[in-house]
Each structure stands twice: as C-alpha cells, then as structure tokens.
C-alpha cells in the first residue's frame, strides 16, 4: 500500500503546512496589549530546538553528502534520504516522480519488513524525502536494505511501482488543481500527477529517469541513531562502492559539495510583474476540474534575502494562517506563499473579491507585539510537539534546517537562530514587511491565481470582477 | 490525620527553600532546554530518612546504587494525596503532562450509567482559575495538543507540550480538580460533549471481563450518557465530582527534558496549598483465582471456547502477559492434535482491566488443547517465551522512547501501599515493563505472581447464557 502519494507541487512545498493551517473561521482572540513578552517566556520559547550535537558530515566518493547525528542512549534510529527533484529545468514530470519514489519505498520496505522498520515517503521543496524508521538495532540492516536498492542497474519493480501509483492516485480536488496551477505560473514547474500520463512514459525513459533521480552526486543522506558515525563508517563505504551514479563522461556536470545547495532549485523563474483586483491585474486561471465546491488560490513567490527575511516570511504566514488559509514553504532564497479560499455558490465574485480584500487589510495592519510573540510561541512548540508525536525523528527537523541555513556549518543551528530571529522582530517591521510582500492590490507585483471546480455560471460572475486568461 | 507518607514536602509557599539539588552530571548540564525553573525546595537527591507508620526510619534499599548513575525518575505521595511520578526525556524539548485519577466508568452507579464519563468530561470545564475549555486552549496556544482518556478504572488527561510551558500545564493539572465549575447550562454541554464519544470496542464480551475481574461495573458499557445523569442538580453534580475526583486518587506523570528533582519541585509547589489528605486510591487488582478447572460466566456474545484471564494494573505484569500470550502464538501443532484445531491468543489492553484471551476452535475438548497449550509455554518449548521475552522488551524499548507513551506507562504503575514508595528518586528501570523482561530475574522464566496466566484454573470460560450450570457466576 502507497502510504504517501505524489501531489501537486502545492503539497510537495506545503504538505505540513496548507492542511494543518485550514481554518474555516478566525478564532476568538482575546484582548492583547503592545507590550513586550516576560523575558522569561522569550527566552524559554527561543529553546525550542533540537537539543542535536554537531552532525558529523561526510562526503563519501560516490559523491553522496551525509550528516550523522548522535543521540547517545536513543532507542531508535531514523535514516532519511533526500532526493531533490527540481534542480534542473528540464526536471521530471510529477510521474516520474511518483513512480520513482513509490519504487523505491516499496523495495526498501520489503527488505526491512521483518526488522520492523517501516519506510515511508514525505515531500520538502522541491524535493522527496524517504525515511526509515525502526529500532536502533536495525541501522546497519537499514543502510544496507538502502545499498542493495539503490545499487540496482536494472530497476525491475518500476513498472510495479507504476501500476501501484495508477490506482492509488485519487481523483484531484478543487483544492490540488487551484494551487498546482497556480504554483505552475509562479516557478514553471509541473509536479502534478495526472494519471492518463502514466501510462504513456516508455519504460526505458522511466529507467532513466530514476538513475537520474537517484544519483547520489545530487543527494543527501541524515541518519539519527545511538550508533556513533565512527561506528558506522564501513556501512557507509559499502554504501558508497555499491551506489554509483551514472556516469557523465569527461564533459560531465560537476557535482556541488555543499547540502543547502544541493536541494535549492537553480531554476530561473519568471515573476508575474502583475497584481490582483488592481491596475495591471493578473488574469484569473479558471479551471472547471477538481472535485468538491469551487476554491479560489492566490499566492506569489516571495525573493528572501537572508535568515532575517525567512523569519520575517515565516511569521507573516502565521499572522495570516491565524485568519486565512495561508501557507508557506521556503527553501533557502526564496518562498511561495499561498492563500486558499472557498468559493461558494451563490455570489463567488464576492468570495474573490474578499479574499484579496482580507489578506490586504492583513497586511496593512500592525499586530500587537503580544499577538506577535503568541504566534511564534505556537509555531515553535508545534514544531517540536509534532516532532515528538511522530517518533522523535530528528532528522526530519534536521530537513527542515537545511531550507533555514546559509551554509552546511550552519544547519545545525538554524532552528535555534530561526526561532531567535522570529522572536526578535518587531511590530512595525512585520507591518512594513507584509505591505510590501503581501498586498495583493498595492504591494510588489509578482501575483498569480487560479480557481478550480467552478462551473461556466460562477466563472462568468467571476469574470465580473477578475478578468481570465 | 496525616498520613504515613515517606517523604514530605513544604506544606506553603512560605516554606524555606534552603537547599539545592545537588547536582548529577549531564542532567543538569548548563545546555538543558528549559530554563527559568524554581530553586529547589527540598533536596530530593538526598532525602530524610523515611518514615513508617512506627515512626522509626526504614532502609533505603537501593538508594545508593541509583543514585550512583543511570537515568532516575522520581515517584511520590504528597501530603495532599496526590502521587507525582516524574521522568526524564531529553531527545526534544517536550514534555508529556499526563493526570490520571483512579476511577472509571466501572464506578458508575446502577442507577446512573454513564456518571463518570460525563464527570470526567466536565472537568474540561474549568474552575475559578480557569475557563471552560481553558485548560486545552493553553496547550493548544503554546503548540502542544491534549486528550482525555476514559477507561473503567482510571480516567487520564494527557497533554504534550513543549518544555517551555511545562510550569504552566503542571500548575493547571494541579487544579484541575479543585471546585471545578458547575451550572445547568456548562452541564447541558458536557452531556452533549459526552454523547458524541464513542465507545471502545473490546474484544472480550463485558460479561466475561466482569467475571475475570470480579467488578460487576464492568458489566455495563459505561460510555453511554443516561437520561438520569443528564438530569442532574448542579448541587449533584459537584457532589459526585467532589467524591469521585480528588488529588488523593490521582496520579500526576510528568516526562521532562529537565531532571526529575527540578520537575518534582516543580510539582511539590503548585500541590503545596493542598490539605494534607489520606490517599484513597486503591489497587484493584484481584487476586488470581487458582483450581483445576475455570469458572464459567454467561454471555450473550458468540463466545464458545473463549478463556479470559484478568490482567492487573501493573505495568510489569501487562508485559508479561503480552510475552505469555505471544508464546502461545508461536506454538504449533502438535501431531496428536487434530488438523483443525487453532489456539490463538489475544490482548484486551488497559490501564487497569485488562484482560488475556484464549480463544480455542476445532478440539472436541476445548478445555484440554488449552490446557495443553498453556503447558507447552510453561515447559519453554522451543524457547518460545525468551524469544516472545526479547521481542517484547525491544517493542516496549522502543516505543517508551517518546514522552507520551513513556507518560501513559508510568501512569500504570500499581498504586502504592500503605507506605509509599521511598526514595523518591529511583532507577528510571523500576516503574517499566521492558526492564523488568530484561532483569536477570526474568530469563528464569515467568516469574511466580504471572505463573496464573499459564494456569487453565485462573481462567474464566464463556459460556451460552442456556448452558452454563447454575446460570453462571457470578
């Protein structure tokens, strides 16, 4: 059984964030004063990160990148593999993707079933993350099931893996085919899944296409586990002798050294140079597909500077998720941000012009430093809360670091120094920020959207007040 | 009257707080995730002697060898009754807060069915420290998430958080149970709220666990909400609650980044103000039944060939009936054995009344391919229990890893006696299952107070309410 499925692209950038932030009214907030926290809550709020020692990095001659983490008395270990997907412009299709990542789940699982270790497959930005998780006495049985896997010149089980990823896709919603869209404008990309286009991808391309995937020149390897690396340094070379890349010839691409490199997209994008509802308004992509009720998405991609930036980007989405669902990915310089709305029935225009009408007025107003400090004090704490309820992983949080960290060296402490900076920032910093970024009618252009599952009568009320492509 | 307690704390905030823990290598390295804790008020690492109902001091047994390294958890009756239970857990910065109070739906009236589980969900309510609700909004504002989890001996609110609001959710857990709010209409909404939980299903008929453990309230479902309950006076309503929900019945299980010392003054604070209170929890367990043959009990349920054996509240014991009843799993059959005859053994899990089933088919004598079976497993054949023994032990290892779940096995500790448990700090092994699969004691075999699960005779055996002689016991 599929325990993870390809998504839209919307889900591989946000799958943690754009379900879990669905909100169908603002909650009650109660009275707060612009007063600065206790600093005794600041502080306690700003340690909410793994208490994790420096990895032990690696690069092994395949080319592979790894981080070990320690956890000395752990009673489980967590190997996660990083796979990017979007580094070249010409990457794959959304089902190649899937396939690939259903194969190789399935095939590591099957060989690590009886050690009870389940493998499971997650999405970061533009990239799938495979994770092994079980007993910390199966981490050499688990880095070894991975080497026979991956050291397959023949990946028989493809087509296997093809016909799992046909019955299990389900039928898209309204929801998945609004953000893939949108998402589509805004970087260029396809990551959705379409299941009359499995079947045409010819076999040979499909082997190809996984090769490419799974070169280890491209990804990254983090284990968490008791085991300390010095110990586990000769699975890792038989990792290594048996997982070869293909090969490139003379003339091949050089292969980057460094993991914050590694899985950030190094396409060009394009950005709209256009707003919503406003003078040089973005046409509205209709779309007809998707089941459920109609629903209107609305996002940009948001340029990040620095640390300072994402933490910024970061709060504005939980500003914003608190009375929207708004959601966020960053992976390293840059962010798509994403708004969801429901389009009902009866007067969808209105529901269109509302929803860029509430997250305008989002934006232009200053939130209170007591609103600011809750917001970060919640994201912080569900961040290791769901760390915890989901087994202690560390090297999913160690994912997750690597799209905050400017560098290798820095990844480890990014979390903490993430956490700071949210911490940090003032009122009237967030405001300026979110005028400039999160304005749809006023802000810096770059806007796209999309509404999908509506019918001809609500696209032409529609048509009212946005014009369509 | 005061009671015999083994340790005591400060009975005010005004108490002095001369004394600091001292302190014990890593737990308290200076990197510790949770800063802003209070001084320590009392110096749990080296307690007073304690004291027995004499008066004079009893041996601190193992109280060298503890201290001396490893992880240590603390455990304690507080003058006010209430048991604190405090472990470490440093791999995040989260904490599980779990309150377990030793009643359940078990303990409904006849004339009342579904009393407990209203009550406990009326303690979402509030009191004069908190709103309705305002207890899980908390947690939920700081990130973390709360349940509420009803059996029939013991009711549980678990709550994981992160370790940056650790003071705040002991102090909330800590009056929790003081004058919670009553009114007709807060009621009216707990009711609503109780009716929509559904009920656990088990896989043992409610008769027969009734029999196994000899608690007629286990007859009843206890989880749907009665016309009678439903229209209670609010002056009834506080009353059952006062009865039925005390700090003396109550077990506070709190799993922490930071050194249990730290944590249990933590907990020793926000209790402080408490009166001094006799514990009335009480150990439910019963005694195993011991005789050649098992008891029947009537059911309506399906249930021929099926043979239950009661599981106490004790998280050693629960492990070891999960090893009994894989090593029955693992058997096979024998060649003097009909070709149909299958033995496959279950686990009704509970805090406090669980259960061990045995269902047995194709035999024309049910009773001897049991028997037979049970006899297999105490002769060890093919070493089935040490290796079920390990199996067990490493599954428990590894799911104890994470605060939640090591919270809510801590809250199966058998309640304490007349004497509480002294030292407060102990091994962090002595309260969990897989240590005890792990002792040396345990690779003697099953040890003597879980020999009854191997015994048909401790056994209670279902039978059609038309066949059982005598209509059935009890």
Not at chain 1, 297 to 303: C, D
Not at chain 2, 239 to 246: D, I, M, T, W, Y
Request: proline share 8%; hydrophobic share 45%.
């Amino acid at each position: 059984m599929i325990t993870l499925r390809r998504r839209p692209l919307l889900l591989g950038l946000a799958a943690a964030t754009l379900g879990a932030c669905k909100r169908n009214r603002a909650p009650e907030l109660a009275e707060v004063w612009d007063e600065d926290p206790a600093l005794a809550r600041t502080e306690a709020a700003g340690a909410l990160a793994p208490p994790w020692p420096q990895p032990v990095r690696g690069q092994l001659d395949d080319g592979l990148l790894t981080f070990w983490l320690h956890e000395s008395g752990g009673a489980a270990m967590h190997v996660r593999l990083l796979v990017p997907t979007s580094v070249y412009a010409e990457g794959p299709t959304g089902e190649v993707i899937a396939i690939a990542a259903e194969h190789a789940r399935h095939e590591w699982q099957r060989r690590v079933q009886r050690f009870g270790v389940s493998v499971a497959i997650e999405h970061g930005p533009h990239r799938v993350e495979l994770c092994a998780s079980g007993p910390d006495t199966q981490l050499t049985a688990s880095i070894a099931a991975l080497r026979t896997m991956l050291a397959q010149r023949n990946p028989a089980g493809l087509d296997g893996a093809r016909a799992r990823v046909r019955e299990q896709v389900p039928a898209r919603t309204s929801l998945e085919v609004a953000a893939a869209a949108t998402t589509r404008r805004l970087l260029g990309i396809d990551e959705a899944v379409d299941v009359g286009r499995i079947d045409a991808l010819a076999a040979a391309a499909l082997a190809q296409q996984w090769h490419a995937l799974t070169d280890p020149r491209q990804c990254v390897l983090v284990i968490h586990a008791p085991m300390a690396a010095e110990d586990g340094k000769a699975e890792l070379r038989r990792l290594a002798d048996a997982w070869r890349g293909p090969d490139l010839g003379r003339g091949g691409q050089a292969f980057i050294d460094r993991a914050t490199l590694r899985l950030r997209r190094r396409v060009e994008f394009v950005p709209t140079g256009t707003r919503l509802l406003a003078a040089s308004s973005t046409p509205l992509v209709v779309d007809a597909a998707g089941r459920g009720g109609g629903t209107l998405v609305l996002g940009r991609t948001i340029p990040l500077g620095g640390a300072d930036d994402r933490a910024m980007a970061r709060l504005a989405q939980r500003i914003a998720q608190e009375e929207l669902d708004a959601s966020i990915a960053i992976c390293g310089d840059v962010a798509v941000f994403l708004v969801a709305a429901n389009l009902g029935r009866g007067a969808p225009e209105s529901d269109v012009t509302q929803a860029v009408d509430a997250l305008a007025a989002i934006a232009k107003t200053r939130q209170p430093r007591q609103r600011l400090f809750g917001a970060v004090q919640l994201w912080l704490g569900a961040r290791v809360v769901e760390a915890s309820l989901h087994g202690e992983d560390w090297t999913a949080l160690f994912a997750d670091a690597i799209d905050l960290a400017d560098t290798d060296a820095g990844i480890a402490d990014a979390l903490a120094a993430d956490a700071a900076r949210q911490l940090a920032i003032a009122p009237d910093g967030l405001e300026q920020w979110t005028q400039r970024w999160l304005d749809p009618r006023t802000g810096e252009p770059g806007w796209a959207w999309t509404a999908a599952g509506v019918d001809g009568d609500a696209a032409a009320r529609i048509e009212r007040v946005a014009p369509r492509t | 009257m005061m009671p015999a307690v083994g340790w005591t704390a400060p009975t005010g905030p005004a108490a002095p707080a001369p004394v600091k823990s001292a302190p014990k290598g890593e737990a308290q390295s200076p990197a510790d995730p949770v800063p802003a804790l209070p001084p320590a008020a009392v110096d749990v690492a080296n307690p007073p002697p304690a004291i027995d109902d004499t008066g004079e001091p009893t041996p601190d047994d193992d109280d060298t060898s503890a201290a001396d390294g490893g992880d240590m958890l603390a455990d304690i009756v507080l003058p006010c009754g209430v048991r604190v239970i405090v472990a470490q857990d440093r791999s995040l910065p989260v904490a599980a807060v779990v309150l377990a109070v030793e009643t359940g739906t078990e303990d409904d009236p006849n004339d009342a069915p579904g009393l407990v589980h209203a009550l406990a969900y009326h303690l979402l309510q509030g009191n004069r420290e908190h709103a309705p609700g305002g207890i899980t909004r908390m947690v939920h504002g700081g990130g973390g998430v709360a349940q509420l989890a009803i059996g029939p001996a013991q009711i549980r609110y678990e709550s994981v958080l992160p370790a940056s609001m650790l003071r705040e959710s002991i102090a909330a857990e800590a009056s929790r149970l003081r004058a919670p709010t009553v009114s007709a209409p807060l009621w009216n909404e707990t009711v609503r709220f109780a009716r929509r939980d559904r009920a656990r299903t088990w896989s043992a008929p409610a008769a027969l666990r009734a029999a196994a453990h000899q608690s007629d309230g286990l007859r009843h479902d206890g989880h749907p909400v009665s016309e009678a309950v439903a229209s209670l006076s609010e002056r009834a309503v506080a009353s059952h609650l006062a009865e039925r929900f005390g700090y003396d019945r109550a077990t506070l299980v709190v799993v922490a980044p930071d050194p249990p010392d730290l944590v249990l003054n933590l907990a020793m604070a926000a209790f402080a103000d408490l009166p001094a209170a006799a514990r009335v929890a009480r150990d439910r367990s019963v005694t195993p039944r011991r005789g050649a043959t098992p008891r029947t009990a009537t059911t309506q349920a399906q249930a021929p060939g099926t043979f239950v054996w009661p599981i106490p509240g004790d998280a050693r014991v629960q492990a070891w009936a999960t090893v009994v009843c894989g090593a029955i799993n693992r058997l096979r059959r024998v060649a003097t054995e009909p070709a149909r005859v299958r033995v496959r053994c279950t686990i009704d899990d509970d805090a406090r009344r669980g259960v061990m089933i045995v269902r047995a088919s194709g035999a024309d004598d049910l009773q001897t391919a049991v028997r037979d079976r049970l006899q297999r497993v105490r002769d060890d054949e093919g070493g089935s229990l040490a290796k079920e023994r390990t199996v067990v032990a490493a599954g428990l290892r590894h799911e104890l890893r994470m605060p939640l779940p090591l919270a809510r096995h801590l809250a199966r500790a058998r309640p304490p006696g007349p004497t509480p448990p002294a030292p407060p700090l102990r091994p962090a092994d002595s309260l969990r299952g897989d240590a005890a699969l792990r002792s040396a004691d345990a690779t003697a075999g099953v040890p003597g107070d879980v020999a009854y699960l191997l015994e048909l005779g401790a056994a209670t055996m279902a039978a059609p309410v038309d066949a059982a002689p005598g209509g059935g016991t009890p």
